[in-house]
């Protein structure tokens, strides 16, 4: 786990040339994007850049950065702009700050942190919101990944979930699935090949008008409960801190599957009733998570790109359902006593409006869910702002002030990345059913 060093003062901007090579440029100071505000950042900011983390230099978008000497916003001409995509467990605060050029690209499905250099290390504006380590990038060494992937198959040949998740592993380096090739932690159980919502930011599937490419294969078929179980029950009996999670990035909405996800779960309880069974969701049907709730489903995670109906639906696009039918779902699994998350897509300058931050301090007195999960936003934001149309608050709180203002005010809710497992479910409330 990378320590929550700051650096002494503010990191240089990073800067690209056009052969691809990034280097500080020491007239300027790193500045960040907070909405349609650029902001002068300050050391206690930075955290030093997480291993496992990625850098992108931005075709078509000149850096910005604040001018030593003139203390003036400055946009550098010559230069491409760089910023980072974050490993998992660590929220941004900020966007990193450019200039779009006329006809430049649309930026792929990453969350673009600003990023600096300073004393030969790289600096980012965010904080390690979860010490799990389940995704960091030294917990994985790929040749021993393709030995479990080799063990497993060659002991269920046919589970064709197991070959879906190869992939997944093996040419996506998908975290999820390889810890599953490592027999630990969360699992994933992806099913369904179709979906009720058109996310503006669909990681598995994009059409051509976007002008951008979806970051994985979404699933083709539906496995049978009795495949699902196969892979569930063997990871629950054997795995370390056990989860099994349906609703992966790779998938559509696994509640419109959810007659197979109730049948895979009764199976699964009656072989072991070890670890959790975990469902990422897009809530959109409560008569499914009420009936899943009963089969045995013990945590849920709705995601959220706001707690704003305005907001939710212009990213979302529901089809056949509304984000009523959303908050009903979390009316229901809390009324089961079921573990409830929300996974928050965190968009600076949005995220940390004030009318946001009004909206989300009163949905969680009003729905008192267990877990909020601050994820970051993977999309382009110029992109985002533009589709939605949205029309900034004057006032921003900071990403950090919101997130400390949260845990002090809702002590109750569990703030961190991922899905917790059993243990820390128990401990923290002990509503999960043994």
């Known amino acids: 786990?990378?320590?929550?060093?700051?650096?002494?003062?503010?990191?240089?901007?990073?800067?690209?040339?056009?052969?691809?090579?990034?280097?500080?440029?020491?007239?300027?100071?790193?500045?960040?994007?907070?909405?349609?505000?650029?902001?002068?950042?300050?050391?206690?900011?930075?955290?030093?850049?997480?291993?496992?983390?990625?850098?992108?230099?931005?075709?078509?978008?000149?850096?910005?950065?604040?001018?030593?000497?003139?203390?003036?916003?400055?946009?550098?001409?010559?230069?491409?702009?760089?910023?980072?995509?974050?490993?998992p467990a660590y929220t941004i605060t900020h966007h990193a700050v450019w200039e779009t050029k006329k006809n430049a690209p649309r930026l792929p499905l990453f969350a673009f942190a600003a990023v600096g250099w300073l004393n030969h290390?790289?600096?980012?504006?965010?904080?390690?919101?979860?010490?799990?380590?389940?995704?960091?990038?030294?917990?994985?060494?790929?040749?021993?990944?393709?030995?479990?992937?080799?063990?497993?198959?060659?002991?269920?040949?046919?589970?064709?979930?197991?070959?879906?998740?190869?992939?997944?592993?093996?040419?996506?380096?998908c975290p999820a699935a390889r810890n599953y090739f490592l027999n630990r932690w969360e699992a994933p159980l992806p099913t369904s090949p179709i979906c009720n919502s058109q996310c503006l930011g669909c990681i598995s599937y994009q059409p051509k008008e976007h002008k951008i490419t979806s970051t994985q294969n979404r699933i083709t078929f539906i496995p049978a409960p009795c495949e699902i179980?196969?892979?569930?029950?063997?990871?629950?009996?054997?795995?370390?801190?056990?989860?099994?999670?349906?609703?992966?990035?790779?998938?559509?909405?696994?509640?419109?599957?959810?007659?197979?996800?109730?049948?895979?779960?009764?199976?699964?309880r009656k072989k072991t009733q070890k670890g959790i069974i975990n469902l990422n969701t897009n809530a959109s049907k409560p008569e499914a998570v009420e009936a899943l709730?009963?089969?045995?489903?013990?945590?849920?995670?709705?995601?959220?790109?706001s707690v704003r109906e305005s907001m939710y639906n212009k990213y979302y696009k529901p089809q056949k359902y509304t984000f009523n039918d959303v908050l009903e779902s979390i009316k229901i699994a809390r009324k089961h006593k079921i573990w409830v998350s929300v996974n928050y897509f965190v968009f600076p300058g949005v995220t940390d409006s004030n009318e946001e931050f009004t909206a989300l301090k009163?949905?969680?007195?009003?729905?008192?869910?267990?877990?909020?999960?601050?994820?970051?936003?993977n999309i382009d934001p110029e992109w985002y702002i533009k589709e939605l149309n949205y029309k900034y608050?004057?006032?921003?709180?900071?990403?950090?002030?919101i997130i400390q203002n949260i845990k002090k005010k809702f002590p109750q809710i569990y703030n961190g990345y991922y899905n917790p497992g059993k243990e820390i479910i128990e401990?923290?409330?002990?509503?999960?059913r043994k």
């Not at 063990?151 to 879906?164: A, D, G, L, S, V």
Request: aromatic share 10%.
């Open 1 to 87: 786990m990378n320590k929550k060093v700051h650096p002494d003062k503010i990191p240089y901007l990073l800067v690209c040339d056009k052969k691809g090579n990034i280097f500080e440029d020491t007239a300027y100071y790193t500045v960040g994007k907070a909405g349609n505000k650029i902001v002068k950042l300050l050391s206690s900011d930075f955290i030093e850049l997480p291993f496992g983390s990625d850098m992108f230099f931005l075709p078509g978008r000149n850096p910005v950065g604040l001018n030593i000497k003139t203390e003036k916003i400055e946009i550098i001409k010559s230069r491409l702009a760089v910023a980072a995509f974050v490993a």
């Open 362 to 377: 009163k949905f969680l007195t009003e729905y008192k869910i267990n877990m909020i999960q601050w994820r970051n936003f």
């Open 293 to 305: 709730c009963k089969a045995g489903l013990q945590s849920i995670r709705v995601s959220l790109n």
């Open 229 to 268: 179980a196969e892979v569930a029950v063997e990871h629950l009996e054997t795995a370390a801190n056990p989860i099994v999670s349906f609703g992966q990035g790779c998938e559509g909405e696994p509640l419109l599957v959810w007659k197979t996800l109730r049948d895979a779960i009764v199976l699964i």
């Open 393 to 401: 608050d004057s006032k921003l709180l900071g990403v950090n002030n």
């Open 121 to 173: 290390k790289f600096y980012v504006p965010a904080l390690r919101i979860e010490n799990d380590i389940r995704q960091d990038c030294e917990q994985f060494n790929q040749k021993k990944v393709i030995a479990g992937y080799k063990k497993m198959i060659k002991i269920k040949p046919e589970n064709r979930i197991i070959k879906h998740l190869s992939h997944c592993a093996l040419v996506y380096f």
């Open 427 to 432: 401990r923290y409330l002990g509503l999960v």
